[in-house]
């Protein structure tokens, strides 16, 4: 008997780092013929996100949907919903999605939506971590995989990287140094978690 594909579909509203390398890491190591797994679209609320020619030049398909067009956040969600439910996902990839979820979007997909926070959580929730944490006076800090939940930045952990915080550090230098390892992180908790879905 065939295994059905593990269809993954990945959100975003900016620059796409994490969305790329993920894509990479998919295409590079195989994850179709090793775990029947592949990236089949990405999404966007943002018509002019970087991270859509990226993504096109990676082969992943492209769609947008202006979250401008929708006179509330229910309805947004409703919408995109439907959108991703037509590629039938195993995985939902939240890669800089920067959309607070309705409950009934999130409760839709539990256990298949996922997250990074450039934060090790449960610290530094929301947005500005880098900033936050250099004023809050941490000698590291990092960024977090985690499940998604109707809380904002809350729900299973499940995967952490740390670096140093360093004397010199800005919010910019640092946010440099957290991305490195998002880009590694990212793509092997959801290695990880695509093995048990
Ligand atoms: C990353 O720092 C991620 O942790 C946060 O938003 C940023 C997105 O960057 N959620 P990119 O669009 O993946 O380059």
């Not at 096109?56 to 229910?74: N, Y």
């Not at 740390?162 to 004397?167: D, E």
């Amino acid at each position: 008997m065939t295994e059905k594909m593990k269809n993954i579909v990945i959100l975003i509203s900016g620059a796409g780092s994490n969305m790329a390398a993920l894509i990479k890491t998919a295409q590079e190591d195989n994850w179709d013929g090793l775990l029947g797994a592949r990236v089949v679209a990405v999404i966007s609320n943002k018509p002019g996100a970087e991270g859509m020619a990226l993504a096109q030049a990676l082969g992943v398909p492209t769609q947008v949907l202006d979250h401008k067009g929708f006179a509330s956040r229910a309805a947004f969600d409703a919408a995109l919903q439907t959108l991703i439910d037509a590629h039938q996902p195993a995985l939902v990839v939240l890669a800089g999605f920067m959309r607070i979820l309705t409950p009934d979007f999130v409760a839709h997909y539990a256990g298949r939506l996922v997250n990074i926070h450039p934060s090790l959580l449960p610290a530094f929730t929301g947005l500005n971590t880098h900033r936050r944490a250099i004023e809050a006076g941490c000698t590291v800090a990092g960024a977090t995989v985690h499940k998604v939940t109707a809380a904002l930045d809350h729900g299973d952990i499940l995967a952490q990287a740390v670096v140093p915080v360093l004397p010199c550090d800005s919010a910019e230098t640092l946010a440099a140094r957290v991305l490195v390892q998002e880009h590694l992180i990212y793509p092997q908790a959801i290695k990880a978690l695509l093995q048990v879905l």
